[in-house]
C-alpha cells in the first residue's frame, strides 16, 4: 500500500499543528491504508518502553539496549526532536486509534545518493502485515521526495526470518552478508544486505504484485 504525504491544506487542530512533525518539513507525515507515520511524541514513552523492552525485539536491531527502560524511551524521544537519531524517525502508529506499534526511520549514509532505513514492530504486532505497510510508506516518501537518493540500502540479522520478508516484498535484492554490532547483546552479529534502487522502485511503486 502506498503512503499518501499528508496535505498541507488539511484543516487540523491548533494542537496538532504544534506537533513537532510541523518543525520536520522533510519528513512529512505518512498515511497508509491502516497506518499514520509521525514523529514521536511524549505521550508514546510508555508504550515505546513496553514495546522495547522485549529481548526479541532488542536483539533484532543493532541499537537498543536491553532491557529498555521508561528512561531509555524518553531519551530516545528527546533525541529525535533534535535530530541526533538519523534524519527521519517515525513512530509507526494504527490510523483508527492511534495506538503506537514501533518505529522506522531514514539514516543518511557517507554515500549521498544512498540512505539506509531501519525498523522494529513490537512483538503483539507481528505478522499481520503492518511493517510491510510501513516500510512501503516510508519508500515511497524517499524516492518521491529526494531526488539526490537512488538507492535505499536495509540489513537484517540473517536469523530474523520476518525482517528478510519485509525486504524483499519491498522489492530489495541481496547484495552480500557481513557484521553488525548489537547494542543489546553486547557483541558482533551476523546481518544480510539488501538495496533497492530508483529504477526497481519505479516498476514496482504500486506493490501490487509485493504482497
Not at 509507526?92 to 531501519?118: M, S
Not at 526470518?161 to 547494542?183: H, N, P
Amino acid at each position: 500500500m502506498q503512503g499518501e504525504l499528508l496535505r498541507e491544506g488539511q484543516s487540523r487542530s491548533p494542537e496538532e499543528r504544534l506537533r513537532p512533525e510541523r518543525l520536520r518539513t522533510d519528513c512529512p507525515v505518512l498515511l497508509s491504508e491502516r497506518l499514520v507515520l509521525r514523529a514521536p511524541h511524549e505521550e508514546d514513552i510508555d508504550a515505546l518502553a513496553h514495546l522495547a523492552n522485549n529481548a526479541n525485539v532488542a536483539t533484532m536491531v543493532s541499537r537498543m539496549p536491553h532491557p529498555y527502560t521508561t528512561a531509555d524511551a524518553a531519551d530516545f524521544v528527546r533525541r529525535t526532536k533534535l535530530g541526533e537519531i538519523g534524519k527521519c524517525v517515525y513512530a509507526i502508529t494504527k490510523a483508527d486509534n492511534g495506538a503506537f506499534l514501533g518505529c522506522c526511520g531514514v539514516e543518511p549514509t557517507a554515500d549521498p545518493q544512498t540512505v539506509e532505513i531501519g525498523y522494529w514492530l513490537g512483538e503483539p504486532y507481528w505478522n499481520q502485515g503492518y511493517m510491510t505497510e510501513a516500510a512501503h510508506a516510508l519508500i515511497d516518501m524517499v524516492f518521491r521526495t529526494r531526488e539526490n537518493v537512488a538507492q535505499i540500502d536495509a540489513r537484517c540479522r540473517v536469523m530474523n526470518v520476518a525482517s528478510r520478508r519485509v525486504v524483499q516484498k519491498c522489492g530489495f535484492q541481496f547484495q552480500g552478508s557481513g557484521l553488525a554490532a548489537s547494542l543489546a547483546l553486547g557483541s558482533t552479529v551476523s546481518v544480510e544486505w539488501y538495496r533497492l534502487d530508483r529504477k526497481t522502485w519505479i516498476s514496482l511503486r504500486s506493490w501490487g504484485g509485493l504482497r
